[in-house]
């Protein structure tokens, strides 16, 4: 159970953040996918009102980080700030930006994985031969935080249970399970247990032949699967190492990730959700999932609305979460021993 029974849908990052001061002051904090209008931005600002050492962003284009870094310092001049590029659809700019961040902090108390790409409306491959949701959504974080694990745990030598692996996912998990016998959606038999949940499709009017060739939003919700699979991989591998991991879903709200979203799909989300949330709200729950000190018995929870929730079991699956390390570790050429 979370700290603040009163936190919810409507609760904002700087409100959470102000009932967790003392937790953030003198941390730093690593944050994927930053943009100037973006969750990410949401939820360092709220952070950076409470004095942490140092914050390091990352994105795909210096020009909208060096947006961010000049508000941030214009608005928190004591704490550090670093941006670093990275296209997370990129094994070799992952390795670079890895590169660069371990080089400018000496330990790492969260990683907030972020960054996030949805609803592609064409098939595309990553430059290394992935589906573009999976190499974006997942591999890339995957190959990230393990490239930065041991600045993790020179943090968790010091704060046992204050380290925290934080990554976003979506309801939209629902769309579908993953697809190991067909990741790159390249139509190979799926199996049925690898169809998303029946209610949620039905919502949405998607049939099962869409899952016999690309649909964008089945392709996201594969990645998001991926995301709270990945979690609970860290939250097994890790507890022992004082690092706690969690997934959360943010909302749904008005963002640069949407754009690509059809009228259809829109229509629906506006149907079955209509209390849209703002930016701030967004990203509170993230901010729930990094400092709050009730979560560290909860290793591995998913979060909606600053609470724990229950996902569906085969986003949990511990044999399904093994798998998928196992065979991510083969997408991106190294493995990696927690």
Same mark, same amino acid.
């Given at each position: ?154 943090? $968790?030598?010091?704060? /046992? ?29 799926? $199996? ?120 569906? /079991? ?6 399904? $979460? ?17």
């Amino acid at each position: 159970m979370a700290t603040h029974a009163e936190f919810g849908a409507k609760t904002t990052a700087t409100e959470v953040a102000n009932a967790f001061a003392g937790r953030i002051e003198g941390l730093t904090v690593v944050v994927t996918g930053v943009n100037p209008k973006g969750l990410g931005t949401a939820a360092v600002k709220a952070i950076a009102e409470h004095s942490p050492a140092h914050i390091v962003i990352t994105g795909r284009t210096q020009e909208k980080l060096d947006e961010v870094i000049k508000d941030l310092n214009a608005s928190f001049p004591k704490v550090r700030t670093t941006s670093v590029t990275m296209d997370l659809s990129s094994l070799r700019s992952v390795r670079n930006a890895a590169a660069k961040i371990n080089e400018a902090v000496d330990a790492i108390d969260v990683l907030l994985n972020n960054a996030g790409i949805m609803a592609l409306p064409n098939h595309e491959i990553s430059e290394n031969g992935f589906e573009m949701h999976l190499a974006t959504n997942h591999i890339g974080h995957f190959l990230l935080t393990n490239l930065i694990m041991d600045k993790l745990r020179q943090a $968790a030598a010091k704060r /046992p249970g204050s380290t925290r692996i934080v990554n976003l996912t979506s309801l939209g998990y629902q769309f579908s399970p993953f697809r190991f016998q067909d990741y790159n959606f390249e139509g190979h038999p799926v $199996a049925e247990d690898e169809i998303g949940v029946e209610s949620f499709l039905a919502s949405y009017g998607y049939p099962w032949e869409l899952y016999k060739s690309y649909d964008s939003m089945i392709a996201y919700g594969q990645s998001k699967t991926a995301n709270i699979l990945f979690t609970t991989y860290l939250a097994k591998h890790l507890a022992s190492a004082g690092i706690s991991s969690f997934a959360l879903h943010p909302g749904v709200i008005h963002t640069e990730l949407g754009r690509y979203l059809s009228q259809e799909v829109l229509s629906a989300m506006k149907f079955s959700v209509p209390n849209w949330k703002t930016q701030a709200e967004g990203a509170a729950t993230s901010v729930v999932a990094a400092f709050d000190p009730a979560l560290k018995d909860h290793t591995g929870a998913f979060l909606i609305d600053c609470q724990i929730a229950t996902p569906a /079991p085969y986003a949990v699956d511990q044999d399904h $979460a093994e798998k998928l390390w196992k065979l991510t570790e083969k997408f991106v050429g190294e493995e990696f021993k927690l």
